[in-house]
């Protein structure tokens, strides 16, 4: 199975800038999509954005205009650039792919934004 390693979180001042990667270590070529989730303390997990490998997006509306989903095929890895961030973006971002028969997550990356 596909495993994927985050990186690039870290601790940065609202509305500065943070890029995060997702690396899979295996082929990525037949999967769905694949994305980014975030958890907050205390709440459940939710999508932040997802891309397919046509480059179809889907973000959740708290980050549309903020956040950028991209992908580099060659690369098989997935980015996702974080500007103007808010006290609220604040979480441990999930790497996430689905393919039809399964799915695999990273392990995480903690972002936090200070006000």
């Known amino acids: 199975q596909v495993q994927l390693v985050e990186s690039g979180g870290g601790l940065v001042q609202a509305g500065g800038s943070l890029r995060l990667s997702c690396a899979a270590s295996?082929?990525?070529?037949?999967?769905?999509?694949m994305g980014w989730y975030r958890q907050a303390p205390g709440k459940q997990r939710e999508l932040v954005a997802t891309?397919?490998?046509?480059?179809?997006?889907i973000y959740t509306d708290s980050v549309k205009g903020r956040f950028t989903i991209s992908s580099d095929n060659a690369k098989n890895t997935v980015y996702l650039q974080m500007n103007s961030l808010k006290p609220e973006d604040t979480a441990v971002y999930y790497c996430?792919?689905?393919?039809?028969?399964?799915?695999?997550w990273g392990q995480g990356t903690q972002v936090t934004v200070s006000s």
């Open positions: 996430n792919v689905y393919f039809s028969t399964y799915q695999s």
């Open positions: 295996g082929s990525i070529f037949s999967m769905k999509f």
């Open positions: 891309i397919t490998p046509g480059g179809s997006t």
